[in-house]
């Protein structure tokens, strides 16, 4: 493998310049501009709220300044709430080249796009010198989510991505889960594998919020999918979901945009501190994929059972099909089929390494099923934590 070296020593497996809108007031004007662009390099963030919110300026910091990411163009519109100066010094400040449009200060709509289009071009032109460097496993951040889950993930798709987990951690890379919502159960057993009796406790507090949360909010994480798809109850989604982070020591928790401070296993609490201000947790699997690359994944990997064809930007999202006839009808938005383990032509361990050396390719420049396709969602709504610093749950 090879990775694109960024100023802090850190390093990328792309190499893309992110069009920001900093509300949604500026959407529209940031799209065009990477519709007009049209290269699969110049990608679309953004964050829709004009009210200020800690949580969504520290995510677009950490997206804004992921090793994936070589520049960046703000879009604003001039008078919202988020603290555009602080977000372009962050991305100065990381070595980055980082240009602002204030819609209000370019004369509107189409000046903004037709500068835009030049500014975005003229990164990616700028970007493409980043040095290239060899790159190793034990560099690698990875993680996992699971989304429109079915009978068959907690057996197939989820094992399978525990295996490679436990085989990533092996040769001391990082990787990381989350879902504390659909792990309600699972938390004594999850404790037990704790690196430490108070990140045992820990992890036991961080379900029991889980469950707070959604009992508040009156609706738990099971959807009428997933009992369409052969799912009885929560406590068997939740031993399904639990079962993708495989069988290694548990190192520490993060929360949304925190790094994990050293190699190993780690939870991702993505549930926010105290009483629901905002709505769920994460309204959809693409919110969930942002949190991960904001806390630097390299690689999503993303189970399914009824299927789903979405991916991500700034960071490859790798889709493994859990049931057989949903991969036969979605094979073109699947990477790995691991159906076959249902099927009895594949064991659990084989489809674990088969998704460890996808892995290897698509981090060497290989494109997934999503990036082919174009997907390229992108999601973030408000949340409040007590808390995003440096790791310190361990």
């Known amino acids: 493998m090879q990775g694109y070296l960024r100023s802090n020593g850190k390093k990328g497996i792309r ?60 879009v604003s519109l001039g008078c919202e709430g988020f603290n555009r100066e602080h977000l372009s010094e962050a991305i100065s400040q990381s070595g980055r080249p980082v240009s602002t449009l204030v819609i209000q200060n370019n004369g509107g709509t189409k000046n903004t796009i037709d500068k835009g289009v ?6 990616l032109e700028q970007i493409s010198s980043c040095p290239v460097v060899d790159m190793t496993v034990d560099e690698l951040v990875i993680g996992t989510i699971c989304g429109g889950s079915d009978g ?31 792990l309600v159960g699972c938390e004594q057993i999850m404790a037990q594998r704790a690196e430490s009796k108070d990140l045992a406790d820990k992890l036991v507090s961080c379900v029991i919020k889980a469950e707070k949360y959604y009992t508040k909010m009156g609706y738990g994480s099971f959807a009428p999918g997933n009992a369409e798809g052969g799912l009885t109850t929560q406590e068997e989604k939740s031993m399904g979901a639990y079962a993708k982070s495989g069988g290694s020591l548990i190192n520490g928790i993060i929360k949304p945009g925190e790094e994990p401070h050293k190699k190993g296993l780690f939870l991702m609490d ?38 789903s064809v979405v991916g991500s930007a700034i960071s490859p999202v790798i889709k493994i099909c859990a049931n057989p006839e949903t991969y036969k009808n979605l ?43 174009g997907h390229q969602e992108f999601l973030l709504t408000y949340k409040t934590f007590d808390s995003i610093g440096p790791a310190c749950l361990n």
């Open 152 to 182: 068959t993930s907690g057996i197939s798709a989820n094992p399978a991505v525990g295996k490679c987990f436990d085989r990533l951690i092996t040769q001391n890379a990082t990787c990381i889960f989350e879902e504390t919502g659909e």
């Open 270 to 307: 993505v549930v926010p501190d105290g009483d629901p201000k905002f709505g769920f947790p994460n309204i959809s699997d693409n919110q969930e994929i942002i949190e991960m690359i904001a806390s630097g994944a390299h690689i999503t990997l993303f189970t399914t059972g009824r299927g």
């Open 15 to 74: 190499n893309t310049v992110v069009v920001a809108y900093l509300v949604e007031c500026a959407h529209h004007v940031a799209r065009t501009i990477v519709n007009k662009a049209n290269n699969q390099d110049i990608q679309l963030i953004g964050f829709p709220g004009c009210y200020p919110n800690n949580y969504a300026l520290s995510m677009m910091t950490k997206l804004c300044t992921h090793p994936n990411v070589g520049g960046v163009l703000l």
């Open 331 to 373: 094979s073109d938005d699947m990477d790995i089929n691991a159906g076959s383990i249902i099927e009895g032509q594949k064991t659990v361990e084989q489809v674990g390494d088969e998704i460890f050396d996808l892995i290897v390719r698509i981090a060497s420049g290989e494109q997934s099923k999503s990036e082919q396709m």
């Open 118 to 123: 030049q500014e975005a071009a003229a990164m």
